[in-house]
């Protein structure tokens, strides 16, 4: 994680300005999901004093704490407790899909859904994760 995140700090505390932009690729790379959601909590900061922030992710945690940042904004100000809130029109969401022919990839925004997230379609690896461990549960038990 430090070897990760070092030359970002390093960056952050004596490069970056308002204004500039900060490209992060994969910054979920060797940290723990609580880190991840601390790191996109910072980064949320960053926008709020006038950096763009652009970053490649594959990771849940980080799309949910982004989606419950920008979910905030809705609730007034004073109720945050010094929380990090960026409104809707700061942040955007695109899943890049591969697709064969025309080989490359299709860009589509994914927007805030109704329960409050950006659908990924990452949640559907870890309820086939589930499904598969509640099967083989399922059978290890009519098994003995």
């Known amino acids: 994680m430090v ?3 070092a030359p970002v700090v390093l960056y952050l505390r004596h490069m970056i300005k ?3 932009v900060l490209i992060v690729e994969e910054p979920e ?4 999901p609580a880190m991840q959601v601390e790191f996109t909590r910072q980064l949320a900061a960053l926008v709020q ?7 490649t992710t594959h990771s849940e945690w980080l799309l949910d704490e982004l989606a419950n940042i920008v979910h905030r904004s809705k609730i007034p100000r004073a109720k945050h407790n ?6 809707e029109d700061q942040v955007g969401a695109w899943l890049f899909k591969p697709q064969r022919r025309p080989k490359g990839s299709v860009v589509n925004e ?9 659908s990924s379609g990452y949640n559907e690896v870890s309820e086939m994760l589930h499904n598969d461990w509640a099967a083989i549960s399922r059978q290890m038990k009519s098994g003995s």
């Open 110 to 118: 994914v927007c805030l859904d109704d329960s409050g997230l950006y």
């Open 29 to 32: 790379s060797h940290l723990h």
């Open 82 to 87: 010094g929380t990090i809130a960026l409104r």
């Open 3 to 5: 070897s990760e995140l």
């Open 18 to 20: 308002p204004g500039h």
């Open 49 to 55: 004093v006038g950096v763009r922030v652009i970053v």
